[in-house]
């Protein structure tokens, strides 16, 4: 029977991530979600946001009548454990973050792609085929004769395409082809992006194989070791990285990427991109950016396992941890044969050396105070903290204040009086830029006013302005006297 | 990296980076009533954190471990009068003390030792070996107890009626190792913890084989007091 092969690979396929998650019962809901969240803008997320994120978005669907009993931690954990999400852990990150598998991401897209179909078979891609046979059949070409006459034939057609413009006759795309044609190029587009998934996924695999077999090859030095050591880069020599490569040094060329931003920047100018949804325009408008964003991920990952892999077959590290290994398993093996006879909190002549000492002192005995087992008095609330000068001149470098105006507030007000502090200042005249004028102040008052005494009451004073927003605000700042003498400077 | 050269004659740069004097100099400068130290007062923090133990981290305490490494000459000096070595593993930023090794010298001990249960050194044989794993993959260990109690089952004695009691243990081996800073809590993840990558320098090689060397001894003393033929029996598992 013909179908056999089909049914067996599709029975298989119908175990895998990918199709059970198209099948699953609440398949619309998962997708809808997991698109939602990791596919649309984020492509990742740490752990705490996800799960805040899903359980808003999870009582919503309840609110609706939908049966989702569970929270959405234990969603999260069987989505994982079916392969609908992946988990990991960067280096440096204080929480896991979350990610979708290259299944769910296919699933995605699959759907997607049907929910808006684009005309099965359209002008634009027939012509792109076309192009690129063409391209082919003329690069793989080694007759220096016909290349030539292709040539001139372009050349020919070229001039006459000149001539005709000149003669008034221009052909423009009409709208409806142009739109089709943009269409098909997003949605070629867009494929480019779903690719890198799968290139990173491969090459994380790549990884965990070579050192899997670097661990296993026991003795003798195997073919993956004696290439490392050979300086090959496996990672990047795959067929994988090759391909990567390839497609990076293109993304990464100046002449390239030109071309790329000069050629976007005029489709975009023209008329016929109103008519595009706003999400193809952003999708276009961010063309390069992501590109080069999940372009470098991929190569930095690349890049990483080619580090990471070198050091670990040059440093050696490999026979110490296959040694490790072994003595691991041996042990686990012993304790197993005495499991048995043994009892589980039965204390060994072992002890692990920690890296923690405890100090013991008489001085550390401290007579019981029962006070400090009473209540606690009610909190209070505590004064805010000061705001240091050097902090003050960083805001004032990052914020347009309008010292003109507060120059001439101070000398408005030391015309009526010897001196001015800057509360008094803010007495007369309301606080317009909200803490920008306290800041704008404490700034002016720092290169002409001078400080109160530095301890005591005149230190410090409590300012008190209405913010932009209505809310009355007080500040503790340094008391700083503006005075009549230095009217000249604040010009 | 100036830093690593300890009581370098660089003395202006390094003022510029820390408010004190370089530790060579400031000997008398007190920096309390009372203090007869000769240190600064960073390289006594250092000195302290590594006292209290369990680790100094490159990443929680990103201020300190420049100065470790910079005063590295000078704090294993106080480090020795105390008997301690001090271990650094550059690559991971971490550093932390150990009893030094002085031979047929009886010196006092200031490290505590975690006695082990019988289950508790199994868990920290699994632990290890994830950590293991985890470093060919080039990954941080992550377990959860889930999968510990999991894989742990194959430890649960033949005919054992109480499965509750035997994962009560493992939690409580577990919360032991925990209190011990080898497992650390992830945030946001329940149950989950990360592998502390000091262990691969606490449990190492030679530690591994002492003891399975402590279990045959334990085989052999069961089987000597005439439990029948245990010890075939375990070698044929193999």
């Not at chain 2, 690593?4 to 008398?28: F, I, M, R, V």
Request: one cysteine or more; proline letters at 3%.
């Amino acid at each position: 029977m013909k179908a056999d092969k089909h049914i067996a690979t599709y029975r298989r396929m119908r175990n895998q991530p990918l199709w059970r998650l198209l099948a699953a019962v609440n398949g619309p809901t998962i997708i809808g979600l997991l698109q939602s969240h990791l596919y649309e803008k984020e492509r990742s997320l740490p752990a705490s946001i996800l799960f805040e994120r899903l359980t808003r978005d999870l009582e919503g669907l309840r609110a609706q009548g939908d049966d989702l009993p569970q929270p959405a931690q234990a969603y999260v954990a069987s989505w994982l454990s079916d392969g609908y999400l992946q988990r990991r852990f960067p280096p440096g990150a204080s929480e896991e973050e979350y990610e979708l598998s290259t299944a769910s991401l296919e699933a995605i897209r699959f759907l997607s792609g049907i929910a808006k179909p684009h005309s099965a078979a359209t002008e634009s891609r027939l012509s792109l085929v076309i192009q690129a046979l063409q391209g082919l059949a003329e690069d793989t070409d080694a007759d220096k004769q016909r290349r030539i006459e292709r040539l001139k034939a372009e050349q020919v057609r070229i001039d006459k395409e000149i001539d005709a413009i000149h003669k008034g006759r221009m052909r423009v795309l009409p709208r409806d082809a142009a739109l089709e044609r943009i269409r098909e190029i997003i949605s070629l587009a867009d494929d480019l992006t779903g690719d890198f998934r799968r290139v990173r996924d491969q090459f994380e695999q790549l990884n965990r194989d070579l050192r899997e077999r670097i661990m296993d090859s026991e003795g003798n030095r195997g073919e993956v070791l004696d290439s490392l050591f050979a300086g090959i880069d496996l990672i990047a020599e795959s067929e994988a990285g090759r391909t990567f490569s390839a497609f990076w040094r293109l993304l990464t060329d100046p002449e390239q990427g030109a071309m790329l931003e000069e050629s976007l920047d005029s489709v975009m100018s023209r008329e016929f991109v109103g008519e595009l949804e706003m999400r193809e325009r952003r999708f276009l408008l961010r063309l390069t950016r992501n590109l080069l964003e999940q372009g470098g991920a991929v190569h930095e990952v690349l890049q990483t396992f080619a580090r990471s892999l070198k050091h670990f077959v040059q440093s050696r590290e490999y026979l110490e941890q296959r040694r490790v290994s072994q003595l691991l398993k041996e042990a686990q093996r012993t304790a197993l044969t005495i499991k048995d006879a043994v009892k589980a909190t039965e204390p060994l002549e072992y002890s692990l050396e920690l890296t923690s000492s405890r100090l013991h002192s008489l001085s550390q005995w401290v007579l019981y105070d029962p006070s400090l087992q009473a209540e606690p008095e009610a909190m209070r609330e505590g004064e805010p903290p000061p705001i240091d000068l050097e902090s003050v001149s960083e805001l004032v470098a990052q914020s347009e204040i309008d010292f003109r105006t507060l120059k001439e507030h101070v000398r408005a007000l030391l015309a009526e009086r010897d001196q001015a502090s800057i509360g008094d200042v803010l007495e007369h005249f309301p606080a317009e830029q909200g803490l920008g004028t306290v800041v704008g102040l404490l700034a002016l008052g720092s290169r002409y006013g001078i400080r109160g005494t530095l301890s005591g009451t005149d230190a410090i004073e409590t300012v008190a302005w209405v913010g932009e927003d209505d809310q009355g605000r007080r500040a503790r700042i340094p008391k700083i006297y503006f005075l009549r003498d230095c009217l000249d400077e604040l010009v | 990296m100036n830093w690593s050269d300890p009581g370098g004659e660089d003395g202006a740069s390094e003022g510029t980076l820390l408010p004190l004097e370089d530790a060579e100099q400031a000997s008398d400068q007190a920096l309390y009533q009372g203090d007869s130290g000769e240190l600064s007062l960073d390289t006594r923090r250092v000195l302290v954190q590594l006292l209290a133990g369990p680790s100094l981290d490159g990443q929680r305490h990103s201020r300190l471990w420049p100065i470790m490494i910079r005063d590295e000459a000078v704090i294993c000096g106080r480090l020795s009068e105390l008997f301690l070595q001090l271990v650094i593993d550059r690559d991971q930023q971490v550093a932390f003390t150990r009893q030094a090794d002085t031979g047929d010298l009886e010196a006092p001990r200031l490290l505590r030792r975690a006695n082990l249960t019988f289950l508790d050194s199994i868990v920290l044989l699994h632990l290890r070996q994830r950590l293991t794993q985890a470093e060919a993959h080039g990954d941080r260990a992550v377990v959860s107890t889930e999968e510990i109690v999991e894989l742990l089952g194959v430890y649960e004695q033949v005919g054992n009626t109480d499965r509750a009691l035997f994962e009560k243990r493992i939690h409580a081996s577990i919360e032991k190792i925990k209190k011990h800073s080898i497992l650390h809590k992830i945030r946001a993840s329940e149950n989950r913890f990360e592998i502390s990558p000091t262990l691969k320098l606490l449990f190492s090689a030679e530690e591994i084989q002492v003891l399975t060397g402590i279990y045959k001894g334990m085989g052999a003393a069961e089987a000597s007091t005439g439990q029948e033929e245990k010890m075939p029996s375990g070698e044929n598992r193999e």
